[in-house]
């Protein structure tokens, strides 16, 4: 394929670039546009709860006002999923949410890049959530009772070894869920979006006005999909944390 036509592909956006290249040895260490893009949500999340923060008012201004609703919000998450022993986490939980959902929101803006479109991103948030609830319950519960708690009560003996198989591959299965839901609906949204873009532009302004309309619709909808998408992986978060502390 041509330089091109690989621009214009619709998967093109989801190209890693090296920004500052550098190698130490066989390693790349570069500094990539993913990274830009990882470094620019972390900034604005650390600007916006500074800004809220800051004056701390009885009559809050609007960042404090912004800051407190998402504080509030994620608060009332853990607590609705995990319990009141899920809000020692909470600051882990509130900072994953914040996140992932600035990288989603910043991902629609035009020229940028969805850091979440991709499943090493979201695989190695999956994993640290799924690896940190796994030390959790078994320093909380000890080994022994952990493993226990694999198999159902009340499973006849000739069904145990299979179902202990299901469960245990059930849960290790979680970070591969986990990471897949969220990279998966944020490239299939940025994808067609990039299509119907593609249409408007071939057709022109007058003969494109209804792809025109219905990437303006859709659009709206990606926003409400990089919102939800955050939600959902803070809410299982919450429900595996929650499995966690009381081996359910």
């Known amino acids: 394929m041509s330089e091109t036509g690989h621009g214009h592909s619709p998967l093109a956006q989801f190209e890693v ?3 500052i290249p550098f190698k130490l040895g066989q390693l790349d260490l570069s ?3 993913a990274s830009l893009w990882m470094v620019l949500a972390i900034g604005m999340v650390t600007l916006l709860m500074f800004l809220g923060v800051k004056s701390r008012q009885l009559v809050p201004g609007r960042w404090q006002s912004l800051s407190e609703v998402l504080v509030q919000f994620v608060s009332n998450t853990v607590r609705d999923c995990a319990g009141n022993s899920g809000l020692k986490y909470f600051p882990l939980i509130f900072s994953l949410f914040m996140f ?3 990288c989603n929101l910043l991902g629609m803006i035009p020229y940028s890049f969805t850091v979440t479109s991709h499943i090493i991103v979201t695989f190695a948030l999956a994993i640290v959530i799924f690896v940190g609830c796994t030390m959790i319950a078994i320093i909380k519960h000890g080994p022994a009772k952990f493993l226990h ?3 159902p ?3 006849p003996l000739w069904m ?5 198989f299901i ?3 059930s849960y290790l299965a979680r970070p591969v869920s986990l990471s897949v839901r969220l990279a998966a609906n944020m490239m299939a949204g940025h994808t067609m979006l990039k299509v119907i873009a593609g249409f408007v532009i071939m057709l022109g302004f007058m003969g494109g006005w209804a ?3 219905l990437l303006v619709v859709l659009t709206g909808f990606e926003v409400g999909i990089a919102i939800l998408q955050a939600y959902i992986f803070t809410v299982l978060t919450c429900v595996y944390l929650n499995n966690a502390l009381h081996l359910h």
């Open 100 to 102: 992932i959902l600035l």
């Open 153 to 155: 009560e009340g499973t």
């Open 160 to 164: 145990a070894p299979l179902m202990y």
């Open 17 to 19: 670039h090296p920004l």
């Open 167 to 169: 469960e245990l591959f």
């Open 31 to 33: 500094f990539t546009n």
């Open 211 to 213: 792809p025109l309309a």
């Open 149 to 151: 708690s694999f198999l």
